[in-house]
């Protein structure tokens, strides 16, 4: 039963920080130095992606009619006027193929050197620096934001070399842990005059495909033995997740209509520095 309630924080954390722009690597790191789930090395790697399932249920059911492509109902664009295609939304398509490229330079790399830059970056000290410094980031685009209007302020003015230059920061996640994947993409999106809702559901979006293939790769690298307790505590973690994440969401969503990042900016800051504290006086 203990073994299930630490399920359950750690799926709670999950869901709070993997769409909050402030690391779920850096809080993962950070709970796991004083909660520690009684699993083999081996499932705890694998538990650490595959949770983040839940949290990628969350934003197909909220934003389903805005990914879903296929549909008579609402379809604006069809890709024609009779047949199978008259089915397809021209818009919600295109919207995925800008996803897909800008998935493509975090996917190879990802691919090629994941275990390496795990190897070298996922240890406290790197988490902090990278919550430091893209908390820095977060203030100095806000500020320099703050009388500007975004030149991008809806998903179908993103075009796909946007997207390719949203990936990009992505792909800066992906090498530094604790960067954060929605912290560095949001960035990215704000950096180049993308509007701040219009940046995060990009972001949500661009976490279905990045996080399906991340848990895809984890569960067949997994080639240890897997109980029956550790099925059921991944799977509470999931359903946990997937909870707070609907919650986590709706809340960003209404909250960056009137505000900026930057409390999200100055609590990485701090909890960088609490980590890189910690650590130092281990």
């Given at each position: 039963?203990?073994?299930?309630l630490?399920a359950?924080v750690?799926g709670?954390?999950?869901g709070?920080?993997?769409w909050l722009?402030?690391?779920?690597?850096g809080?993962?790191?950070?709970l796991?130095?004083f909660?520690?789930?009684?699993?083999s090395?081996?499932f705890?790697?694998?538990?650490?992606?595959v949770?983040?399932l839940g949290?990628?249920l969350?934003?197909?059911?909220?934003?389903?009619?805005?990914?879903?492509?296929f549909?008579k109902k609402?379809?604006r664009h069809?890709v024609?006027?009779?047949?199978f295609?008259?089915?397809c939304?021209?818009?919600?398509?295109?919207?995925?193929f800008?996803?897909v490229?800008?998935?493509l330079?975090?996917?190879?790399?990802?691919?090629?050197?994941?275990?390496?830059f795990e190897s070298?970056f996922?240890?406290?000290?790197?988490v902090?620096?990278a919550l430091?410094?893209?908390?820095?980031g977060f203030?100095?685009?806000?500020?320099?934001?703050?009388?500007?209007?975004?030149?991008?302020?809806s998903?179908s003015e993103i075009?796909?070399?946007?997207?390719?230059?949203?990936?990009?920061?992505?792909?800066?996640?992906a090498i530094?842990?604790g960067?954060s994947?929605?912290g560095?993409t949001?960035?990215?999106?704000l950096?180049i005059?993308?509007?701040?809702?219009?940046?995060a559901?990009?972001?949500?979006?661009?976490?279905?495909?990045?996080?399906?293939?991340?848990?895809?790769?984890?569960?067949l690298k997994?080639d240890?033995?897997?109980?029956?307790?550790?099925?059921?505590?991944?799977?509470?973690?999931?359903?946990?997740a997937f909870?707070?994440?609907v919650?986590?969401?709706?809340?960003?969503m209404?909250?960056?209509k009137?505000h900026?990042?930057?409390?999200?900016?100055?609590?990485?800051?701090?909890?960088?520095?609490?980590?890189?504290?910690?650590f130092g006086?281990?």
């Amino acid at each position: 039963m203990i073994e299930f309630l630490k399920a359950v924080v750690f799926g709670i954390v999950e869901g709070i920080t993997e769409w909050l722009p402030v690391s779920s690597t850096g809080h993962m790191i950070l709970l796991d130095e004083f909660v520690k789930l009684d699993v083999s090395p081996e499932f705890w790697e694998m538990f650490l992606v595959v949770i983040q399932l839940g949290a990628i249920l969350a934003v197909v059911i909220l934003f389903w009619n805005q990914i879903w492509p296929f549909g008579k109902k609402n379809n604006r664009h069809p890709v024609a006027k009779e047949g199978f295609l008259s089915w397809c939304k021209k818009d919600i398509w295109l919207m995925w193929f800008k996803i897909v490229v800008a998935c493509l330079p975090a996917a190879v790399v990802g691919l090629l050197f994941d275990e390496y830059f795990e190897s070298l970056f996922y240890n406290g000290v790197c988490v902090a620096i990278a919550l430091i410094v893209f908390g820095v980031g977060f203030l100095l685009i806000e500020n320099k934001n703050k009388h500007r209007r975004a030149r991008i302020r809806s998903l179908s003015e993103i075009t796909f070399n946007t997207a390719l230059i949203i990936g990009f920061f992505q792909l800066i996640a992906a090498i530094f842990p604790g960067t954060s994947r929605s912290g560095a993409t949001i960035l990215g999106a704000l950096l180049i005059g993308v509007s701040r809702t219009v940046a995060a559901e990009f972001t949500f979006f661009l976490a279905i495909p990045v996080m399906l293939g991340a848990s895809l790769l984890k569960v067949l690298k997994f080639d240890a033995v897997i109980t029956g307790n550790e099925i059921m505590i991944l799977v509470t973690g999931m359903v946990t997740a997937f909870v707070v994440s609907v919650i986590v969401i709706r809340f960003l969503m209404g909250y960056i209509k009137k505000h900026d990042f930057k409390v999200f900016g100055w609590y990485r800051i701090v909890l960088g520095a609490v980590v890189l504290l910690y650590f130092g006086l281990k």
